[in-house]
């Protein structure tokens, strides 16, 4: 059996951190040979996540000088890097600074907005600080694996969790022409979408049995979903839309709805989609409405649709940690090193979460 390429993951105590960790224990073709932390390294990766456990009894956190002597190591080690944005281009930038340095090349999934944007202009417009490494930029593609064949960069930068529920949703209505641009969109999510840290308005007594949205048509994360759309169906979209939060920890529904340009029905639609998605092995189009509870903990992502022969809804679930996380970063990753898309994500939901 061929040896398990290295990968190393960035923002370790945090949550998609842990999924990362959580998905990696069980991969057949990448094994971990590093969890950077800010906060804890050299305490054990037990002790934040216990859960884990099982799986890395005697692993401990790393300093950022010992994940570089690792890079330093391997021709190309795989990075996952799952820190706050502002944080993961700078870090990003210093760690492959460091490999190149020793003639490695590793490549990187980044869960963060850092290199979501074309140009740093455009990034420091909605996040209010100047970019952290605005060089590497054109090193970066945004995109979901469903809707790019081909990478044509060296590194990705993963749409996020909304985003990707968002795209699954959208972009065959806008690739096939069957609304106009105009979409409207409601989201709700669990509050591990807000990651460990605790703050007011994301504290579980809040969210537990309420539903309230926040940021209605303020999202900072739809100029990601546009520029995405744009690259993905060619459309220059306009998305309205109102995220909400769930009393639940994990997973996302959303829902995209537009006027048809021609009347279609309900089975029409599912079997366009259907058809969109034939080689996307993550995407499964339903007859009935997407349950949330269906993929929490996996990797699908689950789509159905409804018109009254004007307008048309197509609904998706995802798990925010997961497909909008940590396994979309590992799908594209496998990818990249030329494994399996599916390799290590197949697993299905539990069901009882
Ligand atoms: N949660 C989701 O559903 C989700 C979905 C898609 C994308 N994302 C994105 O993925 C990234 C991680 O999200 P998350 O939910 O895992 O966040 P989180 O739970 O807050 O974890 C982020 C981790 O980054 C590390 N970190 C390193 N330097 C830091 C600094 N200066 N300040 C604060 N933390 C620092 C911390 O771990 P150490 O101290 O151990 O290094 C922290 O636990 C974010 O960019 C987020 O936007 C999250």
Not at 44 to 63: G, I, N
Not at 92 to 99: F, Q
Not at 160 to 178: D, Q, T, Y
Not at 218 to 236: N, Q, W
Request: glycine share 8%; with cysteine; charged share 15%.
């Amino acid at each position: 059996m061929s040896a398990r390429i290295p990968a190393i993951v960035i923002g370790g105590s945090g949550y998609v951190a842990g999924e990362l960790l959580r998905l990696l224990a069980a991969h057949p073709g990448f094994e971990l040979a590093g969890v950077l932390s800010d906060s804890k390294p050299g305490e054990r990766v037990a002790s934040a996540f216990p859960h884990l456990a099982s799986a890395y009894a005697d692993t401990r956190f790393q300093s950022q000088p010992q994940i570089e002597a690792i890079l330093a190591e391997s021709p190309s080690t795989a990075m996952l890097s799952a820190a706050p944005h502002g944080v993961a281009a700078p870090l990003i930038d210093r760690l492959l600074d460091a490999a190149e340095r020793a003639g490695k090349h590793p490549r990187v999934v980044d869960i963060s907005a850092d290199f979501r944007y074309r140009s740093a202009e455009a990034y420091q417009a909605v996040y209010r600080h100047e970019h952290g490494a605005p060089r590497r930029l054109a090193e970066f593609t945004c995109a979901l694996p469903e809707h790019l064949e081909s990478l044509p960069t060296r590194h990705v930068a993963h749409p996020g969790c909304f985003a990707s529920a968002i795209l699954l949703a959208s972009v065959p209505l806008l690739k096939l022409g069957l609304t106009g641009p105009t979409l409207y969109v409601s989201g709700i999510t669990g509050s591990t979408g807000s990651g460990r840290k605790p703050v007011e308005g994301t504290h579980h007594p809040l969210r537990h049995s309420d539903v309230y949205s926040y940021s209605a048509l303020a999202h900072r994360h739809i100029p990601e979903v546009i520029a995405c759309a744009r690259a993905a169906s060619g459309v220059e979209a306009d998305f309205s839309f109102v995220p909400s939060s769930g009393p639940f920890a994990r997973g996302i529904h959303v829902t995209v709805q537009g006027a048809l340009r021609t009347s279609l029905d309900s089975a029409r639609v599912i079997a366009a989609l259907r058809d969109f998605y034939a080689r996307a092995p993550f995407v499964k189009v339903l007859d009935e409405p997407p349950r949330v509870k269906n993929v929490v903990a996996s990797n699908y992502a689950h789509l159905s649709a409804a018109t009254n022969g004007r307008t048309v809804a197509v609904l998706c679930v995802v798990d925010n940690l997961t497909k909008g996380a940590a396994g979309g970063a590992l799908q594209w990753l496998n990818r990249m090193y030329s494994l399996p898309e599916t390799a290590g994500l197949e697993l299905p939901a539990p069901g009882w979460t």
